[in-house]
Each structure stands twice: as structure tokens, then as C-alpha cells.
T-cell receptor, first 116, second 111 residues
């Protein structure tokens, strides 16, 4: 079974430029998560989708970040414009969520963003 | 108080010893608990999940949960240098499916 796929793996951009990250979850997983991870910290949730619906985006800086999950499968996270403080690893995870299910999350390899 | 707290370490143990990693959480009625291993430059990898009080064993790993004390731990028996990584504790909060991660404990296993 293929795992969570993310691209690109690395991205270097100058501040004020736009950037986009793509994620394809594990087949059959209904829930997709975008996390941000800074060095020495645990992942912090940016947004969670159940199927096509964003059910938790309270931590997403909506002035510059946006996300979509069309057709309830793959997802794109965008930053426009990027700031120096956005340099981090952006992780995508997926899980099969529901009553009686384990709700275990599985992570993709991440995208390491460097903003110069 | 952070929702999920871990000692940042580093925790250093000799090869073959038992490594004990601890985690406390603030949401008294949390039901699901997870341990992830993260190698440097890699993404978190799920190694254990536990939902009931007591111990759960999987190979060299044992997760222990004490909901009354709001405490979950991970024991690694016969530690190997390949176990050297950061171990993240994660707790799924009640009332939804939001999972909070601790900052992780760095483990070094000396050969």
C-alpha cells in the first residue's frame, strides 16, 4: 500500500514569493491534515479536512495561507506571500476517522521550505 | 500548562539497556494516545497506539497508560543504536479528532 505522497520535498524561495505544496493521502483515508513543524518542536496542526470539508482551520493564518482538497482526495496548501518566519517543514498526514476506528495518522515525507 | 508535555532530553542510554520515555497530558478525558519516532530529517513514523489503561507490548516496545495520573510512557527494551531518534507523544483530544503533539524527547543509544 502506497503511503502519503508529498511534493516537492524541498523548496527555496525569496520572501514575498508564492509557494504551493501538494499532498496525496493513503487511498481510502477520509481525513487529511496539514501540519507545520519547526526544529525541535512537534507538528502543529494548520488545517484538517474530513473528505472535502475543512473542519478545523483555526490555526491557519488565513491572511497568507490557503488550502483546498478538491474531490476529497489530494490537497494543496499555498502561501502567498511567504515570509521569513514561514521557513519550516510542512507535513501532510492522513487517517481513517470514525467511531470504532483507530484514527491513527500516517505522515508523508514532508516539504522543507526555506524562505530567503 | 502545555497540553502535552515531554522531557526534551537528550536521554542517553547504553546499548542493550531499557529506555524509558515519559509524557503527561492535560485533557483528563482524552482517549487515544500515540507514540511516533522521528529520525533526523525524516517525518514522524507511528510506532505504538494505546487506548486503555495498562500496558501494550509490540516487540521491543511497551506503551504504558495511566489515565488517572494523565501519564503515558514508552519503554524500549534492548535498546539499539538504530533507536536513536526523537520520540513524539501525541494525544487525541475529546470532542473531536484533533491530535496534539508533544515537542519530543531525543534519545541517544550508545554503542
Amino acid at each position: 500500500e502506497a503511503g502519503v505522497v508529498q511534493s516537492p520535498r524541498y523548496k527555496i524561495i525569496e520572501k514575498k514569493q508564492p509557494v504551493a505544496f501538494w499532498c496525496n493521502p493513503i487511498s481510502g483515508h477520509n481525513t487529511l491534515y496539514w501540519y507545520l513543524q519547526n526544529l525541535g518542536q512537534g507538528p502543529e496542526l494548520l488545517i484538517r479536512y474530513e473528505n472535502e470539508e475543512a473542519v478545523d482551520d483555526s490555526q491557519l493564518p488565513k491572511d497568507r495561507f490557503s488550502a483546498e482538497r478538491l474531490k476529497g482526495v489530494d490537497s494543496t496548501l499555498k502561501i502567498q506571500p511567504a515570509e521569513l518566519g514561514d521557513s519550516a517543514v510542512y507535513l501532510c498526514a492522513s487517517s481513517l476517522v470514525g467511531q470504532g476506528l483507530s484514527n491513527e495518522q500516517f505522515f508523508g515525507p514532508g516539504t522543507r521550505l526555506t524562505v530567503l | 500548562q502545555k497540553e502535552v508535555e515531554q522531557n526534551s532530553g537528550p536521554l542517553s542510554v547504553p546499548e542493550g539497556a531499557i529506555a524509558s520515555l515519559n509524557c503527561t497530558y492535560s485533557d483528563r478525558v482524552s482517549q487515544s494516545f500515540f507514540w511516533y519516532r522521528q529520525y533526523s530529517g525524516k517525518s514522524p513514523e507511528l510506532i505504538m497506539s494505546i487506548y486503555s489503561n495498562g500496558d501494550k507490548e509490540d516487540g521491543r516496545f511497551t506503551a504504558q497508560l495511566n489515565k488517572a495520573s494523565q501519564y503515558v510512557s514508552l519503554l524500549i527494551r534492548d535498546s539499539q543504536p538504530s533507536d536513536s531518534a526523537t520520540y513524539l507523544c501525541a494525544v487525541k483530544l475529546t470532542g473531536g479528532f484533533k491530535t496534539i503533539f508533544g515537542a519530543g524527547t531525543r534519545l541517544f543509544v550508545k554503542a
